[in-house]
């Protein structure tokens, strides 16, 4: 299961970023790969003014993330919870 970043109202550089925090998330890879010479070279061929955040700014975005996933994930719990306590729906 995946996560939505909401990437409306990003500007360019905030939207490269987010789509590495997603990959990197969703991929399980570490915050260290956007360090790597390799994965920079293929980020910025064919666009040398590619941006690539710092492991530090994927870690923290990334942790970011989590914290409004969890959030939204307990009060779609809560909310579940509280239907079927009252009787209006079968858990």
């Known amino acids: 299961m995946g996560f939505h970043l909401a990437l409306v109202g990003l500007d360019l550089i905030e939207t490269q970023s987010a ?7 969703e991929s399980k890879r570490p ?11 293929l980020m910025k061929t064919g666009r ?22 969890r959030k939204r994930i307990a009060k779609m719990l ?3 919870l509280e239907v079927g306590h009252n009787g ?3 858990l």
């Open 78 to 80: 809560q909310v579940r």
């Open 31 to 41: 915050f260290q790969i956007v360090n790597d010479r390799g994965f920079q070279t």
């Open 88 to 90: 209006d729906e079968n």
């Open 48 to 69: 040398l003014g590619y941006h690539i955040p710092s492991m530090q700014t994927v870690s923290r975005d990334v942790k970011r993330v989590f914290v409004r996933v």
């Open 19 to 25: 789509e590495i925090v997603r990959w990197v998330a």
